[in-house]
């Protein structure tokens, strides 16, 4: 199994929404498609990624090192003993002469590349990817259903608490049963914006994403207040790399604390269970593999969580879409994030994949499936039209 041909764009996000801390009307995400010469049923098997959202493309970083790299290596050198392209040896070969440490957004592209070759991999072997993961982890108790969660309420130009109502009621009706809203930070402003939503959802069903902003005793005041209400969990209360400061502020949650979108290693999740103050048998992790090397490095992770006292079920992967759901089904993880609308490239699910009761299963289709979402593989084929 060789590459043949490998294409990556800049697809643009432009959203006229925000969070806490950025706004994503000049977001960007990175599409990758790599063509092999494996053939099944005289078509040949081309291996997808499109990025986490979030963190802009990955573009330059592609195509001026590691593409290049993997387009210089020889054949032999990204195979396995079964002659097919092993996506962790792939990986090496891209991460050739790149110093340790320092991570920056490395790890997203390596991820991307990685992601590709995983579904290429796993439609070479005619299976689903989470079979695939699952069965080199030698577990037979892995299922392809899975919970998943919705995430929304963004901040919109002129939007009222109405808007937010409806648009965590069209959550629900979507199927999910746990909701995320975003919140900016702000007493009492994010207590009304809390209380209309856990109005909606009911207690417990309702999750809170501070997107990083909380710090000191204005922060802890806050986690004090929002933590009162009954909702799930706060989302990354503090900067994603200040451990202390999510230390001090964790003390003043009386909800689970989830945290780790923004840390792309194993050397930072590493730094985060140890000085985080995060509470191996509640908090949540929520490393997305898209942005954090993929695969490999998420076992390693995983193994490393694991000798620390922690459990599988509380990986919460942030977004990642359809890749993040097959490693949480592959992996056995806890829960996977989705934006609800269905009809975006990067929201819902597969198009014959309802959310039931807050939980999906994943169809049989080879790798990633992204030939069972019209829209999102329209985003990924655009070089076929060229
Ligand atoms: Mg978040």
């Known amino acids: 199994m060789r590459i043949t041909a490998i294409h990556e764009t800049t697809v643009p996000i432009a959203s006229a929404m925000r969070n806490a801390s950025i706004a994503f009307d000049a ?3 990175s599409a990758l498609a790599i063509e092999t010469d494996c053939r099944i049923d005289g078509d040949p098997v081309v291996g997808y990624a499109f990025d986490s959202i979030g963190r802009y493309g990955k573009g330059a970083l592609l195509r001026e090192r590691f593409l290049p790299r993997l387009l210089a290596a020889d054949a032999a050198s990204l195979q396995d003993a079964s002659g097919l392209i092993d996506p962790t040896r792939a990986a090496q070969v891209c991460m050739q002469n790149e110093k340790a440490g320092g991570h920056g957004e490395r790890p997203g592209a390596i991820a991307l590349i990685e992601a590709a070759l995983w579904d290429a991999r796993a439609k070479a072997m005619g299976q689903a990817l989470w079979r695939v993961l699952a069965s080199d982890e030698g577990s037979t108790a892995r299922t392809p259903t899975i919970a998943t969660y919705g995430s929304c309420g963004h901040f919109r130009p002129g939007e009222s608490l109405d808007g937010l109502k409806a648009e965590v009621n069209r959550a629900l009706e979507a199927g999910f049963r746990l909701v995320k809203i975003k919140v900016g930070g702000v007493l009492p402003d994010d207590l009304h914006r809390i209380e209309a939503a856990l109005a909606v959802t009911g207690a ?27 909702i799930a969990f706060v989302e990354e209360p503090s900067s994603a790399l200040d451990y202390a400061g999510l230390a001090a502020l964790r003390e003043a949650s009386r909800v689970p604390v989830a945290t780790g979108e923004n840390l792309f290693s194993l050397d930072d999740t590493r730094n985060l269970m140890r000085h985080g103050g995060l509470r191996a048998g509640s908090d949540l992790i929520q490393v997305d593999p898209l942005l954090a090397y993929g695969v490999a490095e998420y076992r390693r992770i995983l193994a490393f969580a694991e000798s620390q006292g922690w459990h599988r079920g509380q990986f919460w992967p942030h977004a990642g879409h359809l890749y993040a759901a097959q490693l949480v089904a592959g992996f056995g993880l806890g829960s996977a994030e989705a934006a609800p609308d269905a009809s975006l ?3 819902g699910y597969w198009d014959d994949c309802p959310v039931v009761d807050g939980r999906i299963t994943l169809p049989e289709l080879p790798g990633v499936g992204f030939e069972g979402k019209r829209n999102l593989l329209a985003a990924l084929q655009w070089w076929r039209s060229r």
Do not use: F, I, K, Q
Request: hydrophobic letters at 50%; charged letters at 10%; one cysteine or more.
């Open 204 to 230: 417990g069903c309702l999750a809170v994403d501070v997107n990083g902003v909380l710090e000191g005793s204005s922060g802890e005041a806050w986690l004090r207040a929002a933590s009162a209400l009954p």
């Open 345 to 347: 490239a990067w929201g």
């Open 27 to 29: 977001m960007t995400a």
